[in-house]
């Protein structure tokens, strides 16, 4: 029971506080810890992040930090990826998708220790409708992954919507919530059916728990977030995606050259 609710608060705190990683905890947590087949976790994180970024939309909404442009041009093409995603995901093996996941995972915590892309890196910023193309383009990458892996993407979100979309970092906070939430119930409905073919029923007791807790973790994290060092944050949750990153390869690549 502790771990459910550690594992909650934690996935909670990430939406709340970064906009992003909750999804890249929740299912090593429901794999690992709770002990939930792969695609059953990848399922039910769908629909603990898709609520926990809900309620953590929220008070965003309320102070006007979500531009509902930008989930207009982000959020829409990344659901119709989101099913293309799940649909492909039916055919691959669980251990196959884990893997996958395990390596956004470092992804994801190497952009984190890098501290993002300066936009003086980028050079001149692109004009307004070159830069909605790449935002449709990295919505689409971002469905897509969250279709097959079941990951939310708000660490890819976040930076394109700051880099591309000109938004201030709370404004690209809540409009990531709004995304994700979007993204992770179009998939979600499409892992359940695929779940009914499999004969496997998601426990939505864990589901509920996840969700309620998180929630409050979620709403604990937006409280906070703005009197701690963001940047801190980041590195500090980096290194425990590499740390978990390495578990995962480490635990699914035996499993993955075995199925080959």
């Not at 909750?22 to 695609?39: E, F, M, R």
């Not at 000109?166 to 690209?172: E, I, P, S, T, V």
Request: hydrophobic letters at 60%.
């Amino acid at each position: 029971m502790w771990i459910v609710i550690a594992g909650a608060l934690a996935i909670g705190l990430s939406l709340g506080l970064l906009g992003s990683g909750g999804s890249i905890l929740t299912v090593p947590i429901l794999t690992y810890a709770v002990g939930q087949p792969d695609k059953l976790a990848i399922a039910g994180s769908l629909a603990i992040v898709g609520s926990i970024a809900l309620i953590g939309a929220i008070p965003y909404a309320r102070r006007k930090d979500v531009v509902w442009r930008s989930v207009f041009w982000f959020g829409l093409p990344g659901m119709a990826a989101t099913v293309a995603g799940s649909q492909l995901a039916a055919f691959l093996p669980g251990a196959l998708q884990l893997t996958i996941f395990a390596c956004v995972m470092l992804v994801a915590a190497a952009r984190m220790l890098r501290g993002g892309v300066a936009p003086a890196a980028l050079g001149a910023v692109p004009p307004l409708p070159q830069r909605r193309r790449y935002i449709v383009r990295d919505g689409m990458a971002v469905g897509l992954l969250t279709g097959v892996v079941g990951i939310g993407g708000g660490f890819l979100i976040v930076p394109a919507l700051v880099l591309l979309g000109g938004l201030a970092m709370r404004q690209a906070i809540g409009t990531s919530l709004v995304v994700i939430t979007l993204n992770a119930y179009s998939g979600f409905i499409k892992h359940a059916l695929q779940l009914a073919a499999l004969n496997l029923r998601l426990d939505w007791s864990v589901i509920v728990q996840f969700i309620v807790i998180g929630g409050s973790g979620a709403v604990a994290g937006n409280l906070v977030g703005a009197r701690l060092p963001q940047q801190r944050l980041k590195q500090g949750f980096a290194v425990m995606l590499v740390l978990m990153g390495a578990f995962m390869l480490w635990r699914e690549a035996p499993r993955l050259w075995g199925a080959s």
